[in-house]
């Protein structure tokens, strides 16, 4: 978890370097609703945007924890005589993404004239981690009794590449936004070349 959060203050800071030159500051900070849920920042720099959200990212299904386990068990080497899974404690799955976004202006619907309306897109990364704890039982050769084991901890990292494409409004009057995007993961640590389609809505005030 530590490593987790030196990354994200680490990329928090080359992108703050890197937009010192911009005189006039144009941030927005709020809420998402998605995946991840939690918070979002973004750093406005004309037509062009940095963007980073952390939150609770989606829970794997069940098939998941019973497949992984399998794979687990055969990397400890332990060669049990007989192993039967219990079960899978899990914790809330964290996620961050951050985005190097390009905006365009919508200025017409139709016949009607729009103001604060862009469209976007954009690409960049993102890193998830979980960690959950297997309780199994198990015999070893020579004795015919069950012996349980609890709490055996493992922690799931996931590394990718983004793809992002968004809606985003400016009311006139009030410095708030609100969003709506759609986030392609391509995943390249741990399962290479898995896809995960990925989605929020929110809104941030404007600074």
């Not at 897109?121 to 084991?149: H, K, L, M, P, T």
Request: hydrophobic share 35%; aromatic share 20%; proline share 2%.
């Amino acid at each position: 978890m530590k490593q987790f959060l030196f990354f994200v203050l680490g990329l928090f800071l080359m992108v703050h370097v890197s937009t010192a030159q911009y005189q006039k500051s144009d941030w927005g900070i709020g809420l998402r609703l998605g995946d991840p849920t939690g918070v979002t920042l973004k750093r406005y720099m004309g037509a062009t945007a940095f963007e980073f959200s952390l939150g609770r990212t989606h829970y794997f299904n069940g098939n998941f924890y019973n497949n992984n386990f399998n794979d687990w068990y055969l990397d400890q080497n332990y060669n049990y005589s007989d192993i039967q899974y219990l079960g899978v404690q899990a914790s809330q799955p964290i996620g961050f993404q951050a985005h190097y976004l390009i905006h365009n202006k919508i200025s017409k619907i139709g016949d009607e004239s729009v103001t604060g309306l862009d469209w976007y897109y954009g690409f960049g990364g993102q890193i998830r981690s979980q960690s959950y704890e297997y309780d199994y039982r198990y015999r070893v050769n020579g004795d015919n009794n069950w012996y349980v084991a609890r709490g055996e901890r493992v922690t799931n990292v996931d590394l990718g590449a983004d793809a992002v494409i968004g809606l985003e409004y400016t009311f006139p009057d009030v410095p708030v936004s609100i969003f709506g995007d759609a986030v392609l993961f391509l995943e390249i640590i741990d399962n290479p070349f898995s896809f995960w389609f990925q989605g929020g809505i929110g809104g941030r005030y404007r600074f």
